[in-house]
């Protein structure tokens, strides 16, 4: 039953591929998000989206998309990977609206680019 | 533009001290503040939810205050036991979908 999944939980890949990481979340959240945490453990945005609205952060390369075939999944996907985008990925979801609730994290997904 | 500080960046106690955890933040006109939790290759754990117009919020041994207008709040751990030792982590979210995290204080509680 868990709330915020991701999969894989580990990724190793060579640079130049394509990869996605998948989400799913089954608390009935309106908003997912993507976070990127480096290596110095500094967490940092990515995307939001809900059902309305995609948020892009200006600094996340377009070779990131996030792409949420339904409302309990959004996935991240990677093109042209490079070194530097190895990294924890979290994956999270809120409700946002009407009240507030916290912020549910995935495990996260350790993306290692060789 | 909201930056979110976290001192002190790393903290060791022994088991059964009272400690204090600071975040501050430069942006008063919040929505509200999380604190988190994270185990080493874990995903964050939410502890506490602070909406803008609260001043504080507990859950069992953890206090955490909010104050705005200054822009700081402060996580209190009672009483620590071994099982506290973790990155605490707090963020700040300013509008709906924005959230903005510090770098976090990594905790040891000594037993």
């Known amino acids: 039953d868990t709330a915020v999944s991701q999969t894989p939980k580990y990724l190793v890949t060579q640079m130049g591929n394509d990869k996605s990481i998948k989400c799913e979340q089954n608390?009935?959240?309106?908003?997912m998000y993507w976070y990127k945490q480096d290596s110095k453990k500094f967490l940092k945005i990515m995307f939001s989206y809900n059902n309305k609205e995609l948020i892009i952060n200006e600094t996340v390369p377009n070779r990131f998309s996030p792409k949420s075939p339904d409302k309990a999944h959004l996935n991240l996907h990677i093109n042209s990977l490079e070194l530097g985008d190895s990294a924890v990925y979290f994956c999270?979801?809120?409700?946002?609206?009407?009240?507030?609730?916290?912020?549910?994290f995935g495990n996260g997904t350790r993306l290692t680019v060789t | 533009k909201q930056e979110v500080t976290q001192i002190p960046a790393a903290l060791s106690v022994p088991e059964g001290e009272n400690l204090v955890l600071n975040c501050s933040f430069t942006d008063s006109a919040i929505y509200n503040l999380q604190w988190f939790r994270q185990d080493p290759g874990k995903g964050l754990t939410s502890l506490l939810l602070i909406q803008s117009s609260q001043r504080e919020q507990t859950s069992g041994r953890l206090n955490a205050s909010l104050d705005k207008s200054s822009g700081r709040s402060t996580l209190y751990i009672a009483a620590s036991q071994p099982g506290d030792s973790a990155t605490y982590l707090c963020a700040v979210k300013r509008n709906n979908n924005d959230m903005r995290f510090g770098a976090g204080t990594r905790l040891t509680v000594k037993p």
């Open positions: 608390l009935g959240h309106d908003t």
């Open positions: 999270a979801s809120s409700q946002v609206g009407a009240g507030s609730s916290p912020l549910h």
